[in-house]
T-cell receptor, first 115, second 110 residues
Framework: DADVTQTPRNRITKTGKRIMLECSQTKGHDRMYWYRQDPGLGLRLIYYSFDVKDINKGEISDGYSVSRQAQAKFSLSLESAIPNQTALYFC??????????????FGAGTRLSVL | LAKTTQPISMDSYEGQEVNITCSHNNIATNDYITWYQQFPSQGPRFIIQGYKTKVTNEVASLFIPADRKSSTLSLPRVSLSDTAVYYCLVEGDSSYKLIFGSGTRLLVRP
């Protein structure tokens, strides 16, 4: 969804480096999410935020941190990257208003390789 | 926590109707059922959402029995471009773990 922008699209880094993945959205949604996807597997939730002052851990938050700088921006950080964090990372947004409940709109993904 | 179970893969041919069933035995009263489609190296895309009975939109139908412990995504007359992974997601106020599971890999053959 072009309304959800992830940067960078691809990143190669070394073990121990600090990495930040950024997500911005123009949909005006309050809720934002970070997922990771490993080859052949489904998405696993890392962190989610229901508004600027709300941050919640997901299924696999260890080794990650997030920052909700504004309604439109949600960043994911890997404080000290390790090889098993090599994955495809997706940001998503949603809101709980209207007839449809919490439909998520995903960015194009960030492919991260940790060497 | 509502966990879902889907077949790992399905094969079909162009023009056929495809039905993918998802089990969600622990669905809570306030939970909705949402289906997403994902192509390789892209983010999932919303297909359809429902709470009970039947929902239909321009691309699919969703059938939910009275006990809501399962749901079936129906894709009419599939084409090659419907080859993708399909995820069933149960979510609501009581299930904010948002477990996507491994999805169903649908292969449509000519």
């Amino acid at each position: 969804d072009a309304d959800v922008t992830q940067t960078p699209r691809n990143r190669i880094t070394k073990t121990g480096k600090r990495i930040m993945l950024e997500c911005s959205q123009t949909k005006g949604h309050d809720r934002m999410y970070w997922y990771r996807q490993d080859p052949g597997l489904g998405l696993r939730l890392i962190y989610y935020s229901f508004d600027v002052k709300d941050i919640n851990k997901g299924e696999i938050s260890d080794g990650y941190s997030v920052s909700r700088q504004a309604q439109a921006k949600f960043s994911l950080s890997l404080e000290s990257a390790i090889p098993n964090q090599t994955a495809l990372y997706f940001c998503a947004t949603s809101d709980d208003r209207g007839a449809t409940k919490n439909i998520q709109y995903f960015g194009a993904g960030t492919r991260l390789s940790v060497l | 926590l509502a966990k879902t179970t889907q077949p790992i893969s399905m094969d079909s041919y162009e023009g056929q109707e495809v039905n993918i069933t998802c089990s969600h035995n622990n669905i809570a009263t306030n939970d909705y059922i949402t289906w997403y489609q994902q192509f390789p190296s892209q983010g999932p895309r919303f297909i359809i959402q429902g709470y009970k009975t039947k929902v239909t939109n321009e691309v699919a139908s969703l059938f939910i029995p009275a006990d809501r412990k399962s749901s079936t995504l129906s894709l009419p007359r599939v084409s090659l471009s419907d080859t993708a992974v399909y995820y069933c997601l149960v979510e609501g106020d009581s299930s904010y773990k948002l477990i996507f599971g491994s999805g169903t890999r649908l292969l449509v053959r000519p």
